[in-house]
């Protein structure tokens, strides 16, 4: 049996950071659509729908990138932050446009990437850091 752990266990960061967006996207999606006097709440599976679409492009395009750049020996660390800077780089010049021309009205565009790419990985390194925290403190770790 191998000890390779895949994303989908609990002791990783990746599982954490799937619950983590999808979290958010849920919070995102309904905060959006019970907002008085909005287009979200005239439209509310559209914009669930975006937001759906969105959130597993993120998630993928992170885990894919990290997978890709450790495979050229970068540390796991690296790799998954530079992954997530490219997945969300990526989303809001190339896919987010996309979602916003199938789902939603054409109408979203982001002028800035580098600052919000910049201060999301920020926010990506924070919890990479609270989860290597947590972990070392508060998980167990199992014999054999």
């Keep these: 049996m191998s000890n390779k752990k895949t994303f989908l266990q609990q002791d990783s960061h990746w599982f954490w950071f799937i619950i983590l967006m999808l979290t958010y996207g849920i919070y995102d999606c309904l905060e959006h659509i019970s907002r008085e006097n909005q287009i979200f709440r ?32 970068l540390k796991e660390i690296v790799g998954s932050s530079i992954g997530f800077a490219l997945s969300f ?45 947590s972990k070392k403190f508060l998980f167990k770790a199992k014999p054999g």
């Design 42 to 73: 005239e439209y509310p599976l559209k914009w669930t729908l975006f937001t759906f679409f969105s959130t597993v492009t993120v998630v993928t395009l992170t885990y894919v990138f990290s997978v890709v750049l450790q495979r050229l020996h």
């Design 89 to 133: 780089a990526i989303h809001l010049k190339v896919t987010g446009p996309l979602w916003d021309k199938i789902f939603w009205f054409d109408e979203l565009y982001f002028s800035q990437i580098l600052m919000p790419t910049s201060i999301l990985t920020g926010f990506y390194l924070v919890f990479r850091l609270m989860f290597w925290i």
